[in-house]
């Protein structure tokens, strides 16, 4: 199995708004149809909402803020998937369901097998109380 | 063959065993490779792996004979040394690494004939699967495949060696990171995965055409080794349209080899080539494939079965006169309509000017869109408007296709054409 994060450009749509409500149902429907395989992911809000944060002179560095996107292009990172497959050829079978495929495209790339060392949740009491 | 029977030929005798010997080598290769990599799951590691079994029989097989069974022997031997290098090697993953070593110990030795089939079918997938460039499938295929050193690989393709062995290291890279799993497609996928297979394979033909100046020895072996795969191809899965229209395709191209150039290298037309040194076997065994090929593909043709179709129209005419070009037409109308490419419909063109439609002819290349870079359509424009009598435009559009092309054989056949360009 192969951990893949599939990010998907579309036109820089604001989600948020209720003329998406229908793009959003398709959204919906293929997270059922492929919830064997999804382990995460989000819709995120339009870029003029994005801050890219950058630190000068290394760690520790000043910290410079610009207003928008990492890059400005026609078509924006409009939202995310994790999925598990079993190879590439399944993780193209899945992207290619993803709606943005069709309304712009779907990156694949395969994730690193390390564990990212996350503090747990129940051990956090801030989270549990 | 016993020892000692040749004493007066001793010289002569060692060089034979070591002919023999890396004939063996050659010809194993790949299938040995097919099936390390099915017991690795890692195709970088098992290159290195067979790499050290040839060397381990280059120097052991001279001492006790060529084995009876040389593919197991190299088989064996580069499993043993891919265990070897995953015991010793740290910087994999523990889990892949317990997992490679577990396949390798635990398969077990099969040799039977479906198990090798499949073994390089898989290979051939890998190399060209459809999430890797063009230009790299063809490289992985050259040293994969066709067991080209990368120095090899890199002279055929024109590039330089430092950049062919970054092409390379990045296919393998991708193949192993983003899960190109070592499989042969399931049944739902394999007609367009074929067909993948087939435009690589072509890719590589027609790279072995594309320029005569550079390194010609290499690219003309390049054109062999295509056809080499395309007739492996067609024994791996028997009965496919689109594997026998591409074999088709490539025997009939390569049956007109010795007749494309001249002694001076410069191009030769179709046209003007001396019929009497077409390679009739190849040609022959081109013909009836294309025909396989059509019939095979009747309802949904393939194209390249159809491509194979136009060109078995040339190869059947005994002289240029006798061609049949309202055949070829009607073959182009369909391939048109498979593949509308501008390329495909300069060519449909040309073959109606020599039905004697000179005039529709120059109307079709005129209407085309995409093609103002590209020689063959401004040779073909200064072609037709010859034919018509049209000196001065001819001359014009014989000059930008001269400014289009770096190939002296394509630019001495415009000076044949147009004298005092």
Redesign the interface.
Known sequence: M?S?VALIYTPDVDWSQPEYAEGMAEYQTFGEDAASVIRGGAALYHTPTATTVRVTGGKGGDVVLSDGPYAETKEALTGFYLLE?????E??RVASMIPGAWNGAVE???AL?MTVRVPSLETSDTVTQ | MSTGEFTGDRAARPRAVSRELTDILQNERCQVLASLTRLTGDLGLAEDAVQDASISALQTWPRTGIPPNPRAWLIVTARHRAIDVLRREGSR?A??REAALMQLHEAPDDFSVGVLRDDQLRLIFTCC?P?LAAEAQVALSLRVLCGLSVAEVARALLVPEATMAKRLTRARQKIA?????Y?V??DV?LPDRMRVVATTVFLLFTEGYASRSAGAHERRSLAEEAVRLGRLLVQLLPGEAVLEGLLATMLLQHSRRDARFDSAGDIVLLADQDRARWDLALATEGVELAASAIRRSRNAPERFAVVAAISACHAIARTAEDTDWNAIVSWYDVLARLDPSPVVLLNRAAALAECGQVLEALAAVDALHGLDDYFWLHATRAELLRRLGRGTDAAVAAALARRLTDSPAQQRLLEHRHPGL
Do not use: W
């Open positions: 192969t893949y497959c079993t190879d590439l050829d993780a193209i694949i790339r395969p097998p | 993953f889990k892949e699967h999430a990171a983003a899960g190109i799993r499989r497609p399931d996928d």
